[in-house]
């Protein structure tokens, strides 16, 4: 979907003006990435290579103790078709390990403390951003890192670069923290974290447990808390109903387990908050708007209808892409939700406040005495601001602006292009055109809508070497690392009052140092998590 057809789904699902709606809170659980360029591992401080070479025995050792722990854990995908063909598993019963790597990636230390935080005060930019609803209007929140290095300083100066920022759907929290619980005790490797006996230690020369700082990742329980706080905040059903929260999945989710990590931390934290799966594609069958100023949205049990919950909130890991809206009724849904009284994550304002365009608007360079886009949402002169500008990276429009006829230029030139990644407004991965490949595919698209991509300045981060298990086989060599860090943000609609703010644990995403995208869904990345060198 480009600018113009989500523009105008989106004016169909035409947003109560604020102030009018029967329920001012939204919602947001937000995750950004960035990529870390990192020159020095752990292991190099030790003397020795990262990760260290392995004897084939060491390596089918380390593969089946991490195939048993992530099936035994629950660190699971549903299996693509080319892996496990649909007519092998007619039930849908199969799971396989999810993609991950052996050991856990060295990421500078400097440049993970910065994204996480900075979280807060992302939190605070784009809740503004949201309730900005001209600006949107005008211009029609994940927010992902990687390391910068400028190769230009000596020695290289490291920075955390901000690739995007995700508002809708953001995914692998879940997986995140069993994948840093796993290499926390793979890494340990010794008997005592396995519960193996002393005679089967992983690995002949066992990195010594505690000669690696490995964060845990506390994303479950952060995006969990943010959801059971939304939860909290909307008042108890006056209509004498229970409430409830609405998880709105895809049918056809292969990333499932993830989500449900996420419904058994609320299930076990707040036994009182129900959680039920419902896919985009069925909103109108079992939901309804109750006919009253308040606009409650009514979600009945499917299989007993009698039964109603209010639903106090939906958290979205639908509705981002074209391939949930094929027809009007779709749009018709999610308008239904959009008018309802329940706590959107997100609601369709932070939705568009997420998009790559904001992002541009916000990011791009201007003459210094021109006023900052950020002045328009928050303080820009205060030592918090100045960390945001730290990780912001050049990027530029691609309409008939002067920026954007500059920017024209770039994008054509066989040269200057190899600097740059066109991006469309389009999320989930597999949607890039980088460097050389840029001028051929914006001569493939008419110019009218040349206006819908934006041009980024590429972030260049060091490789790092890693070791893949991904569908059982083994892929060893130069990797890129991409750091995300969840955030939860809860604020009044109507008040701008932000009720809560918090930074939600992380993720780390690594992909072959030869591949351009890192979505570990879209098969080209994978889970790991940090060695803070
Ligand atoms: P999507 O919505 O598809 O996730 P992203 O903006 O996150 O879009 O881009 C997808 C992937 O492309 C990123 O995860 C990253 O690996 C790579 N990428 C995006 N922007 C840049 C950049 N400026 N420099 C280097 N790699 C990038
Ligand atoms: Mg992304």
């Given at each position: 979907?480009?600018?113009?057809?989500?523009?105008?789904?989106?004016?169909?699902?035409?947003?109560?003006?604020?102030?009018?709606?029967?329920?001012?809170?939204?919602?947001?659980?937000?995750?950004?990435?960035?990529?870390?360029?990192?020159?020095?591992?752990?292991?190099?401080?030790?003397?020795?290579?990262?990760?260290?070479?392995?004897?084939?025995?060491?390596?089918?050792?380390?593969?089946?103790?991490?195939?048993?722990?992530?099936?035994?854990?629950?660190?699971?995908?549903?299996?693509?078709?080319?892996?496990?063909?649909?007519?092998?598993?007619?039930?849908?019963?199969?799971?396989?390990?999810?993609?991950?790597?052996?050991?856990?990636?060295?990421?500078?230390?400097?440049?993970?403390?910065?994204?996480?935080?900075?979280?807060?005060?992302?939190?605070?930019?784009?809740?503004?951003?949201?309730?900005?609803?001209?600006?949107?209007?005008?211009?029609?929140?994940?927010?992902?890192?990687?390391?910068?290095?400028?190769?230009?300083?000596?020695?290289?100066?490291?920075?955390?670069?901000?690739?995007?920022?995700?508002?809708?759907?953001?995914?692998?929290?879940?997986?995140?923290?069993?994948?840093?619980?796993?290499?926390?005790?793979?890494?340990?490797?010794?008997?005592?974290?396995?519960?193996?006996?002393?005679?089967?230690?992983?690995?002949?020369?066992?990195?010594?447990?505690?000669?690696?700082?490995?964060?845990?990742?506390?994303?479950?329980?952060?995006?969990?808390?943010?959801?059971?706080?939304?939860?909290?905040?909307?008042?108890?059903?006056e209509l004498g109903h229970s409430k409830c929260i609405i998880f709105l999945v895809q049918g056809d989710e292969r990333n499932v387990f993830d989500q449900r990590h996420l419904e058994y931390q609320i299930a076990s934290s707040s036994p009182g908050a129900p959680v039920f799966r419902l896919a985009f594609s069925d909103i109108l069958t079992h939901t309804t708007v109750a006919d009253t100023p308040k606009r409650q949205l009514l979600y009945r049990l499917p299989r007993n209808p009698e039964k109603v919950f209010e639903v106090a909130v939906i958290y979205m890991r639908a509705g981002y892409g074209p391939g949930d809206y094929p027809n009007q009724q779709a749009w018709d849904a999610r308008y239904q939700l959009e008018r309802s009284a329940a706590i959107k994550c997100p609601?369709?304002?932070?939705?568009?406040?997420?998009?790559?365009?904001?992002?541009?608007?916000?990011?791009?360079?201007?003459?210094?005495?021109?006023?900052?886009?950020?002045?328009?949402?928050?303080?820009?002169?205060?030592?918090?601001?100045?960390?945001?500008?730290?990780?912001?990276?050049?990027?530029?429009?691609?309409?008939?602006?002067?920026?954007?006829?500059?920017?024209?230029?770039?994008?054509?030139?066989?040269?200057?292009?190899?600097?740059?990644?066109?991006?469309?407004?389009?999320?989930?991965?597999?949607?890039?055109?980088?460097?050389?490949?840029?001028?051929?595919?914006?001569?493939?698209?008419?110019?009218?809508?040349?206006?819908?991509?934006?041009?980024?300045?590429?972030?260049?981060?060091?490789?790092?070497?890693?070791?893949?298990?991904?569908?059982?086989?083994?892929?060893?060599?130069?990797?890129?690392?991409?750091?995300?860090?969840?955030?939860?943000?809860?604020?009044?609609?109507?008040?701008?009052?932000?009720?809560?703010?918090?930074?939600?644990?992380?993720?780390?995403?690594?992909?072959?140092?030869?591949?351009?995208?890192?979505?570990?869904?879209?098969?080209?990345?994978?889970?790991?998590?940090?060695?803070?060198?």
């Open positions: 979907m480009d600018v113009a057809q989500r523009g105008t789904g989106f004016q169909h699902t035409t947003q109560p003006k604020a102030g009018t709606e029967p329920l001012w809170y939204r919602f947001a659980a937000q995750k950004r990435t960035s990529e870390a360029s990192v020159v020095m591992s752990a292991a190099v401080a030790a003397g020795s290579s990262y990760p260290p070479h392995l004897t084939d025995a060491e390596q089918d050792n380390l593969v089946l103790t991490i195939k048993d722990w992530s099936i035994g854990n629950g660190l699971a995908i549903r299996p693509p078709p080319a892996v496990i063909p649909a007519n092998a598993d007619p039930a849908g019963i199969a799971a396989i390990n999810a993609p991950v790597t052996l050991f856990p990636s060295p990421f500078p230390r400097i440049c993970f403390e910065q994204g996480k935080a900075v979280q807060r005060t992302y939190n605070d930019l784009y809740a503004a951003v949201s309730r900005d609803e001209e600006f949107l209007a005008q211009i029609v929140k994940e927010s992902d890192y990687m390391v910068h290095q400028d190769a230009s300083t000596s020695p290289p100066s490291l920075t955390a670069k901000q690739v995007e920022f995700n508002t809708i759907a953001s995914s692998f929290g879940g997986l995140s923290c069993f994948t840093s619980r796993l290499h926390r005790l793979a890494l340990n490797l010794t008997s005592e974290a396995l519960k193996l006996t002393p005679e089967y230690p992983l690995l002949d020369k066992a990195i010594p447990a505690g000669s690696l700082d490995l964060p845990e990742s506390t994303a479950v329980q952060g995006l969990a808390a943010g959801i059971e706080a939304a939860f909290n905040t909307y008042p108890p059903s609601s369709v304002l932070t939705q568009l406040a997420g998009t790559k365009k904001v992002q541009q608007v916000l990011a791009t360079p201007r003459p210094s005495t021109a006023p900052s886009m950020l002045g328009r949402f928050i303080k820009d002169d205060t030592p918090a601001a100045g960390e945001l500008w730290k990780t912001f990276t050049n990027i530029y429009p691609m309409d008939t602006s002067e920026a954007g006829l500059e920017a024209r230029k770039k994008a054509l030139d066989p040269e200057a292009c190899q600097a740059y990644v066109l991006k469309p407004q389009r999320e989930g991965g597999g949607n890039n055109i980088y460097r050389g490949a840029i001028p051929a595919f914006l001569k493939s698209v008419p110019e009218e809508h040349w206006g819908s991509f934006i041009l980024m300045e590429l972030i260049t981060p060091p490789p790092v070497s890693n070791i893949i298990l991904r569908n059982g086989t083994i892929e060893q060599g130069g990797v890129i690392c991409e750091l995300g860090v969840y955030g939860t943000c809860l604020w009044n609609q109507s008040s701008g009052e932000v009720l809560r703010n918090e930074e939600a644990g992380y993720l780390l995403r690594t992909k072959g140092d030869k591949s351009e995208e890192g979505g570990v869904a879209a098969g080209y990345g994978c889970m790991d998590s940090c060695s803070l060198v």
